[in-house]
């Protein structure tokens, strides 16, 4: 079974800043992906940046890093340079079953 | 990429009855999913439906309540029966495209009186 955790309900941060938004996760497959979601107020899904269990190294899009630390079945979201337009709802998401995480709600302030 | 929709888009529907709810993908897919989302959280796995065999649904959801067809590769429905407000909720059709790819339709807001 797959398992997927964010114990952050809601987070702020000044604009500008960076913001780490956490996800842990427990399962029993050999291969999996983790992923991350925004899920603005108008309710479409932006896939944010995915890491393959068997990745060496963390990933990076843009402004989005990934700290995958396999050991610790940690896959935090870091976000630099917070932007107003980074408000939202954020995911963490798990491969193969695809099951989501409870979400963390970011609000960046100016 | 993977281009969805989702039609109706919103619906109120009266206890009792059902509503069917498709989803169109512009490209060929294998595994198509369907998630329900209440206001202000997660999303749940409903069941995973790929080509050619049953869906597979997850713990808390059966196919009585929640048949879905998948007749070809790019087209999915998920039907909500014997409806009740308990089933109002925002329904999500979703696709993998690719290595890791996952694609979202735009949801159908369905509110049940």
């Known amino acids: 079974a797959q398992k997927i955790t964010q114990t952050q309900p809601g987070m702020f941060v000044q604009e500008k800043e960076a913001v780490t938004l956490d996800c842990t996760y427990d399962t029993s497959d050999p291969s999996y992906g983790l992923f991350w979601y925004k899920q603005p107020s108008s309710g479409e899904m932006i896939f944010l940046i995915y890491?393959?269990?068997?990745?060496?190294q963390n990933a990076t899009e843009g402004r989005y890093s990934l700290n995958f630390q396999k050991a610790r079945k940690s896959a935090n979201l870091v976000i630099s340079a917070s932007q107003l337009g980074d408000s939202a709802m954020y995911f963490c998401?798990?491969?193969?079953?695809?099951?989501f995480g409870t979400g963390t709600r970011l609000k960046v302030l100016a | 990429s993977a281009v969805i929709s989702q039609k109706p888009s919103r619906d109120i529907c009266q206890r009792g009855t059902s509503l069917t709810i498709q989803c169109q993908v512009d490209?060929?897919?294998?595994?198509m999913f369907w998630y329900r989302q209440q206001p202000g959280q997660s999303l749940t796995l409903i069941a995973t439906?790929?080509?050619?065999?049953?869906?597979?649904?997850e713990s808390g959801f059966v196919i009585d309540k929640f048949p879905i067809s998948r007749p070809n590769l790019t087209f999915s429905t998920l039907t909500v029966s014997n409806m009740s407000p308990e089933d109002s909720s925002i329904y999500l059709c979703?696709?993998?495209?690719?290595?890791?790819?996952?694609?979202f339709g735009p949801g159908t807001r369905l509110t049940v009186t």
């Open positions: 439906a790929n080509q050619g065999s049953e869906a597979t649904y």
């Open positions: 979703s696709v993998t495209s690719g290595v890791y790819e996952q694609y």
């Open positions: 490209s060929q897919v294998t595994m």
């Open positions: 890491q393959g269990s068997y990745d060496q």
């Open positions: 998401a798990m491969s193969p079953k695809y099951i």
